[in-house]
């Protein structure tokens, strides 16, 4: 790749017919800059020279594009080698960067897989998050329910096991999955390994999408098996062709079973809603909401269009995508994606028959989402109304941090920082803290703590500073909020504590303000209902995170406890039995097979993990 970059604007200014006759006509992403060098916008370009000229032509414009090109202060270009690694890299430089004038596709929930695990007993199991587990990921799904039912379809075909690996390793007996023929029991070997991998891999086949060649195959086998007169061999493929077929509500389009996503957008003034509604081998997957952000951009082509361009830049498309309208770079995208996907995708919007019913319902639906998300919308701009006029704000707070202190008597205290904005949550900014070198239990001096960390680093580092700083508790944790932006000099955060009303009912909170008023707004005030969720939020997420660090120090100190083990051993132990349940579960002898770990030190570690009379030390 290369790349290209103009004189800022206070330099030479910006000619940008000049600039764009300097280009090249390869393909690449070009990025535009205001004079405080802030990112105006992001786009892909097939051939960079031609797509540039256009922003510069006197042609007709928007006024969202108007605005953005009278802004330029000057413009990079990267060249890529192929309009799909164009594609690539604006949705990187989109997703990192966040450009103002860009459609952002906002989704603070990462996608849900399904995934098989690659070891000697595969196991089979619902993923979301980073794809860092060795073994293969089929997806991404609409939703969490689409992935958990074809989970359960995948344990009646193959009794693929879901158990976790320290579960698996510990088993003496078959569990109550094997009982009901949902798992062929490979923890206690009722299965070859052979006839369990083979098990794995029509599974493979089948969430691929390849359920008419896997039918094929064993059909096949069917047949050679009754040959050789193996009939229980022939009678339980019978059985699995025939669970197969029955357990599949098969949709087909064209005759064919239906791999496809349908995509409408919906758009009313400035917020858009795109539904998508998903086919694969013929089963309904069914639907998923996206609101993206559109800053500005008044156009559901190009909301629709960037949405597509995201979405797909970053999960595998299906052979077909039913759109609801024609998108600016169609060609340019189903290339791409092509190119990505490793066979031909197709981008379709005048479709008939099938496609037109289901282009039809994902239309009406995306219309109804829309409507519950601008009703839902208005109720949140109501109750930012209502917290302006409660605290004197000049203006609606876009911005509200609110933080929760977590421990139990003391031990493994975590903070928490939710963030909310005009919209509502905004996920991917929660921060925890975790307290140290503070007296167990001293809710103020861990209060003190985090928003010193949180708050000095914003100063130091010109961070942004929050509207409304709401703390969970009266007025002694509020003091410590007054204390720290005190000494950091910030007086521009309005700050509230939030105290628990009589025997901690909901809608009884009294608000602690700086100058030291209290005030009681009661259950009916919308105001006390945006504090009310925004305060559950940091106390949900202030807990989970107390739990863990609790958990995990609880698993390891129980190790530390015993004489003779030290960091190396534990790591030992911790990996071999997929962690302190499992070594839990493992008797004397099986410790003792462990790497570094002899007869009398299993013996005294089975001991303390049990409550038992510590055995003669030997020497180890």
Same mark, same amino acid.
């Given at each position: 790749m290369s790349g290209r970059r103009t004189p800022a604007a206070g330099e030479s200014g910006f000619d940008g017919k000049a600039f764009a006759s300097g280009l090249s006509l390869a393909p690449g992403v070009y990025r535009m800059y205001a004079a405080d060098d802030s990112l105006l916008y992001v786009g892909k370009a097939g051939a960079l020279r031609k797509r540039v000229a256009s922003y510069f032509a006197n042609t007709p414009k928007t006024p969202r594009i108007h605005s953005m090109v009278a802004q330029i202060a000057r413009m990079d270009v990267t060249v890529t080698r192929t309009e799909a690694e164009a594609l690539l890299l604006e949705n990187q430089l989109i997703k990192s960067l966040l450009p103002r004038y860009n459609v952002l596709l906002r989704d603070d929930k990462s996608y849900p897989y399904v995934l098989l695990t690659q070891e000697t007993w595969p196991r089979i199991a619902f993923h979301r998050g980073p794809r860092s587990q060795a073994g293969r990921y089929f997806g991404p799904y609409p939703s969490a329910g689409a992935v958990r039912e074809s989970l359960n379809l995948m344990q009646k075909l193959f009794k693929i096991r879901n158990c976790e690996d320290s579960v698996f390793r510990n088993r003496s007996r078959p569990c109550l999955q094997y009982q009901i023929g949902r798992c062929?029991?490979?923890? %206690?070997?009722?299965v070859e390994e052979g006839a369990y991998r083979e098990s794995v891999r029509q599974a493979g086949l089948f969430l691929d999408g390849r359920s008419d060649e896997l039918s094929g195959e064993l059909s096949k086998a069917m047949e050679v098996a009754s040959e050789r007169l193996e009939f229980e061999e022939a009678a339980r493929l019978r059985d699995l062709i025939s669970t197969m077929r029955s357990l599949q509500a098969r949709q087909y389009v064209d005759g064919h079973a239906a791999d496809l996503d349908v995509l409408s957008c919906a758009m009313r003034g400035s917020t858009a809603c795109v539904l998508l509604l998903a086919f694969r081998d013929g089963r309904n997957l069914g639907t998923r909401t996206f609101f993206p952000k559109t800053n500005g951009e008044e156009s559901a082509e190009e909301v629709l269009g960037a949405f597509v361009s995201q979405?797909?830049?970053?999960? +595998?498309?299906?052979? =077909? +995508? %039913?759109?609801?309208? =024609? +998108?600016?770079?169609? =060609?340019?995208?189903?290339?791409?994606?092509?190119t990505a996907a490793g066979r031909k995708v197709q981008l379709k919007w005048n479709v008939r028959s099938e496609r037109a019913g289901y282009l039809d319902l994902a239309r009406r639906n995306a219309e109804i989402a829309l409507v519950t998300e601008i009703t839902s919308r208005g109720a949140q701009t109501a109750r930012s109304e209502a917290l302006k006029e409660l605290l004197n704000l000049a203006e609606p707070a876009q911005r509200i941090e609110c933080f929760d202190i977590s421990h139990t008597m003391g031990e493994a205290t975590v903070a928490s920082c939710v963030v909310f904005d005009a919209n509502g949550a905004v996920r991917s900014q929660y921060r925890r803290f975790n307290i140290t070198g503070i007296e167990p239990g001293d809710d103020y001096a861990a209060m003190h703590q985090a928003l010193e960390r949180r708050f000095r680093r914003a100063v130091e580092e010109g961070g942004v500073l929050p509207d409304v700083l709401l703390i969970d508790g009266g007025a002694g944790q509020l003091a410590q909020a007054r204390g720290v932006l005190a000494d950091l000099g910030i007086t521009s955060v309005v700050m509230v504590g939030v105290a628990k009303g009589e025997e901690r009912r909901a809608g009884h909170e009294t608000l602690v303000l700086a100058d030291g008023r209290e005030v009681r707004p009661g259950a009916a005030s919308p105001a006390l209902q945006l504090i009310q969720q925004v305060r559950d939020e940091a106390h949900r997420f202030a807990i989970t995170g107390h739990r863990g660090k609790r958990q995990k120090a609880r698993m390891t100190s129980k190790l530390e406890d015993i004489a003779g083990i030290g960091p190396r051993r534990r790591a030992s132990l911790l990996k071999h039995f997929g962690g302190l349940a499992g070594l839990k579960a493992a008797g004397a002898d099986e410790i003792a097979r462990v790497e570094g770990i002899n007869a009398a030190l299993a013996e005294r570690i089975?001991?303390?993990?049990?409550?038992?009379?510590?055995? %003669?030390?030997?020497? =180890?």
């Amino acid at each position: 790749m290369s790349g290209r970059r103009t004189p800022a604007a206070g330099e030479s200014g910006f000619d940008g017919k000049a600039f764009a006759s300097g280009l090249s006509l390869a393909p690449g992403v070009y990025r535009m800059y205001a004079a405080d060098d802030s990112l105006l916008y992001v786009g892909k370009a097939g051939a960079l020279r031609k797509r540039v000229a256009s922003y510069f032509a006197n042609t007709p414009k928007t006024p969202r594009i108007h605005s953005m090109v009278a802004q330029i202060a000057r413009m990079d270009v990267t060249v890529t080698r192929t309009e799909a690694e164009a594609l690539l890299l604006e949705n990187q430089l989109i997703k990192s960067l966040l450009p103002r004038y860009n459609v952002l596709l906002r989704d603070d929930k990462s996608y849900p897989y399904v995934l098989l695990t690659q070891e000697t007993w595969p196991r089979i199991a619902f993923h979301r998050g980073p794809r860092s587990q060795a073994g293969r990921y089929f997806g991404p799904y609409p939703s969490a329910g689409a992935v958990r039912e074809s989970l359960n379809l995948m344990q009646k075909l193959f009794k693929i096991r879901n158990c976790e690996d320290s579960v698996f390793r510990n088993r003496s007996r078959p569990c109550l999955q094997y009982q009901i023929g949902r798992c062929s029991a490979p923890c %206690v070997a009722l299965v070859e390994e052979g006839a369990y991998r083979e098990s794995v891999r029509q599974a493979g086949l089948f969430l691929d999408g390849r359920s008419d060649e896997l039918s094929g195959e064993l059909s096949k086998a069917m047949e050679v098996a009754s040959e050789r007169l193996e009939f229980e061999e022939a009678a339980r493929l019978r059985d699995l062709i025939s669970t197969m077929r029955s357990l599949q509500a098969r949709q087909y389009v064209d005759g064919h079973a239906a791999d496809l996503d349908v995509l409408s957008c919906a758009m009313r003034g400035s917020t858009a809603c795109v539904l998508l509604l998903a086919f694969r081998d013929g089963r309904n997957l069914g639907t998923r909401t996206f609101f993206p952000k559109t800053n500005g951009e008044e156009s559901a082509e190009e909301v629709l269009g960037a949405f597509v361009s995201q979405y797909y830049g970053e999960q +595998i498309p299906p052979q =077909e +995508i %039913v759109l609801d309208r =024609e +998108i600016p770079d169609s =060609e340019l995208l189903e290339a791409a994606f092509t190119t990505a996907a490793g066979r031909k995708v197709q981008l379709k919007w005048n479709v008939r028959s099938e496609r037109a019913g289901y282009l039809d319902l994902a239309r009406r639906n995306a219309e109804i989402a829309l409507v519950t998300e601008i009703t839902s919308r208005g109720a949140q701009t109501a109750r930012s109304e209502a917290l302006k006029e409660l605290l004197n704000l000049a203006e609606p707070a876009q911005r509200i941090e609110c933080f929760d202190i977590s421990h139990t008597m003391g031990e493994a205290t975590v903070a928490s920082c939710v963030v909310f904005d005009a919209n509502g949550a905004v996920r991917s900014q929660y921060r925890r803290f975790n307290i140290t070198g503070i007296e167990p239990g001293d809710d103020y001096a861990a209060m003190h703590q985090a928003l010193e960390r949180r708050f000095r680093r914003a100063v130091e580092e010109g961070g942004v500073l929050p509207d409304v700083l709401l703390i969970d508790g009266g007025a002694g944790q509020l003091a410590q909020a007054r204390g720290v932006l005190a000494d950091l000099g910030i007086t521009s955060v309005v700050m509230v504590g939030v105290a628990k009303g009589e025997e901690r009912r909901a809608g009884h909170e009294t608000l602690v303000l700086a100058d030291g008023r209290e005030v009681r707004p009661g259950a009916a005030s919308p105001a006390l209902q945006l504090i009310q969720q925004v305060r559950d939020e940091a106390h949900r997420f202030a807990i989970t995170g107390h739990r863990g660090k609790r958990q995990k120090a609880r698993m390891t100190s129980k190790l530390e406890d015993i004489a003779g083990i030290g960091p190396r051993r534990r790591a030992s132990l911790l990996k071999h039995f997929g962690g302190l349940a499992g070594l839990k579960a493992a008797g004397a002898d099986e410790i003792a097979r462990v790497e570094g770990i002899n007869a009398a030190l299993a013996e005294r570690i089975y001991a303390n993990l049990h409550g038992l009379p510590a055995p %003669v030390t030997g020497s =180890e």
